[in-house]
């Protein structure tokens, strides 16, 4: 069956302009996060859906960063004013949301980012 | 909060022989943990998870993980390296909110490398 895809693959992009990355989920998958991924580093939370609603988005950088969920399957991240430091490799996940039990996450291949 | 250490940025082995992956943790509430794996431009892949039933845990491509609470350990391990096992190794960390999952805090990565 399909997995998560995300598009585009590759975005470069100059520093100042608006960006949006999207997310396409696991049909079903009632749960989506984002993670930033940067040079050398392991993958951060970004942000995580509940269906629609954002469930926590403590992880978002700074208010230049907002991601949307309108019909509870595809997401989008839209970066604002984006900056040299926002290049990064953006990967989303979704997993179903049994309560009480392990759900797990599954990743699409990522977004990688270049703002010159 | 919760964090993850991985010890070794790089490890380096000889086909053939073990391998050993050091990861550490931190939570105040017991944890699932996870060790996922990048090969290159390629997303993470689940390689095993720890979600509280038996501490020694198997993963696919004959890699297995110990989870050892006194030590806040969590080391993956196989016994004979492939040529095939060259990628990156991502330790993982979730809290359990009711008994289901929430966001993944990673570590920063091992960049497994193995010599013919």
């Known amino acids: 069956g399909a997995g998560v895809s995300q598009t585009p693959s590759n975005k470069v992009t100059e520093k100042g302009k608006y960006v949006e990355l999207r997310c396409d989920p696991i049909s079903g998958h009632t749960a989506l996060y984002w993670y930033r991924q940067s040079l050398g580093q392991g993958p951060e939370f970004l942000i995580y859906f509940q269906g629609t609603g954002a469930a926590d988005d403590s992880g978002l950088p700074n208010d230049r960063f907002f991601a949307v969920r309108p019909e509870g399957s595809v997401s989008t991240l839209k970066i604002q004013r984006t900056e040299r430091g926002d290049s990064a490799v953006y990967l989303c996940?979704?997993?179903?949301?049994?309560?009480?039990?392990?759900?797990?996450?599954?990743f699409g291949p990522g977004t990688r980012l270049t703002v010159l | 909060a919760q964090s993850v250490t991985q010890l070794g940025s790089h490890v380096s082995v000889s086909e053939g022989a073990l391998v050993l992956l050091r990861c550490n943790y931190s939570s105040s509430v017991p944890p699932y943990l996870f060790w996922y794996v990048q090969y290159p431009n390629q997303g993470l892949q689940l390689l095993l998870k720890y979600t509280s039933a038996a501490t020694l845990v198997k993963g696919i491509n004959g890699f297995e993980a110990e989870f050892k609470k006194s030590e806040t350990s969590f080391h993956l391990t196989k016994p004979s390296a492939h040529m095939s096992d060259a990628a990156e190794y991502f330790c993982?960390?979730?809290?359990?909110?009711?008994?289901?999952?929430?966001?993944?805090?990673f570590g920063k990565g091992t960049k497994l490398s193995v010599k013919p």
């Open positions: 993982a960390v979730s809290d359990r909110y009711g008994g289901s999952q929430g966001n993944l805090i």
């Open positions: 996940a979704s997993s179903l949301m049994d309560r009480g039990r392990y759900n797990e996450q599954f």
